[in-house]
Structures are given as C-alpha cells and as structure tokens.
C-alpha cells in the first residue's frame, strides 16, 4: 500500500508517517513545502504524481484561538476547508480512498451525553470547529470511500500540547489553576497512528471518533495525573471556565465522544488515556 501524509512536521502526521514505514508500507510524507493544500494546482500535481492508494490528511490549523483574529479567518478557511476539498477533488480524480481528521469542535459541546460519529447536530462554537466542520463535508459530499476520525486533546512527540505546557509551568510555579468544567478524553498521535494505519488498510470506512480508553475526564484532572506519573508537587486548582477567562474562542464544555463504533467495526480500541501519558512521558525525557 502506498499512502500520502500531510502535515508530516506535525504531531499526528509524524506518527503516522513512522507507523505506515513500520508496517512495510511506503508513506509519502508532505508538509507546507512539500505541498500547499491552500494551492489546488499544487495539490492536483503532487497528489497526481504520488499516485497512492490513500490521502491520510493530518494537516489543519489549529491554533483555536488566534483562528478567531478577523485577520487569520481567511487563512483557516483556506487551510481547513478549502485545503480540504482540494484533497478531495484529487483523491476523486485518482479513484484513491481519504481519511480526514476532524474534531469534536464540530459539535455544540453541550450537555453531558457522549456525541456519536453519525451524529450530523453540529453546531461550532467557533472559527476552528467552524472550518473543520466544512472540512468534513467537503470530503463526504466528494467521496465514497473515506474516513472521517474526530479525535480530541491531543498530544504528541512533536510540536506543542497541554502535556508539555504543564510540564514547563509545573517547573515555575507551586500552584496553578485548570479548568474543571470541561469533559473528555486525551488522544495520544502515536496511538491513534496505529488506528489509522489499521483503517487505511480496511474498507470500513464511515464516521469514527477516536480518543484513548479509560474514562471521562476534565483537563484538572489530567493536569492532576501529569504532575503525579511526572513526580512533580505542583498544586493543581480546579475553576470553572468563567473564573478562568482569557480564552478568544469557545469552548466544549462537552467532548465525550462514544467511540463503540471501532469495536462494532473490528477496530482495536486505543489503550488507556494513563497508560498513554506514561508511555509519552517516558518518549519526550522531560
């Protein structure tokens, strides 16, 4: 199988990219200078001249809150929806399977039950989710064949995450406040590598979300798990999102995804959200 990888540089398309070559496949990583996703032609070209079995589309903007400056919308659109359908309209072309990556943004984040993946009440609470969400369909109303993975609170080697932000105000300050009022689980790329790698070399394709295993969760009390498996003191102060401002975009309040349709499907579940922490602590050697 040959497959093609955007955003090679960043935290999921690195894992990806290592996974697939694992695996004795030949993965086609790409990032902005290898292939603009903004530029059709550009996309078209090296799409066409790759020539692979599937498109693993990991690039995306993701700087929620700069998303929001009235200056960077044209840029996110760019990137996130019609960078998206660029992909698409190549992979059509080509007759070559997609697997999007896509986010629980998409959704209101209200209430406290799970969002299912065939769930279609999307409501973005902002730019970011916004443009995913246009993502998404740009990829189903141009393909059959494809996958659409939400996934949410990533984490990865590469680039920057919640995990290595505690880590380095954990290393300056003996107390520190996180949000409590915020639910969901974290998603490690080099888990989630494993899943899309497994996809890719399946024809289930449809709707999925895709975080670790082990529970619901707020972002207190995975600040809370970090400092403990980090053997750090720092006291953690659990406050609403109200009490903690300082946010441009909105945010979900509820990301619980229900992730049974991997099972249902024959998908091997990702390991316990722990585990993966542990397992990432030990990768970066902070």
């Not at 109303?141 to 380095?168: E, H, P, Q, S, Y």
């Not at 590598?193 to 295993?213: I, P, V």
Request: charged content about 25%; aromatic content about 10%; some cysteine.
């Amino acid at each position: 199988m040959k497959a093609l990888v955007t955003g090679v540089k960043g935290q999921l398309g690195y894992d990806v990219v290592n996974e697939l070559q694992q695996r004795g496949h030949e993965a086609i990583g790409v990032d902005i200078e290898e292939m603009d996703i903004t530029d059709a032609e550009c996309v078209n070209r090296v799409i066409t001249e790759a020539a692979p079995d599937v498109v693993i589309h990991c690039a995306a903007w993701t700087a929620v809150d700069a998303a929001e400056d009235a200056e960077n919308i044209p840029k996110v659109r760019a990137v996130n929806a019609a960078g998206t359908q660029h992909i698409a309209d190549a992979c059509k072309q080509l007759g070559c399977r997609m697997i999007y990556i896509s986010t629980d943004y998409v959704f209101s984040g209200q209430g406290t039950e799970p969002w299912t993946p065939d769930c279609k009440d999307f409501a973005p609470l902002n730019i970011y989710g916004q443009t995913k969400l246009e993502g998404e369909l740009a990829v189903a109303n141009t393909l059959d064949k494809f996958f659409i993975v939400r996934i949410a609170w990533v984490f990865g080697k590469n680039g920057n995450n919640f995990i290595k932000t505690m880590l380095n105000v954990g290393k300056k300050h003996d107390t520190i406040r996180v949000v409590n009022d915020q639910i969901g689980t974290p998603t490690y790329t080099y888990d989630l590598a494993r899943l899309l790698a497994d996809m890719a070399e399946s024809e289930k394709y449809g709707y999925y979300h895709a975080t670790n295993e082990g529970g619901y969760i707020s972002w207190y009390d995975f600040a809370c798990e970090i400092f403990r498996q980090a053997g750090y003191s720092t006291r953690v102060v659990p406050v609403t999102t109200e009490e903690y401002g300082l946010s441009k975009a909105a945010r979900p309040f509820n990301s619980r995804l229900d992730k049974s349709k991997l099972t249902e499907n024959g998908f091997t579940p990702l390991p316990d959200w722990r585990d993966a922490l542990g397992r990432y602590l030990k990768e970066i050697e902070f």
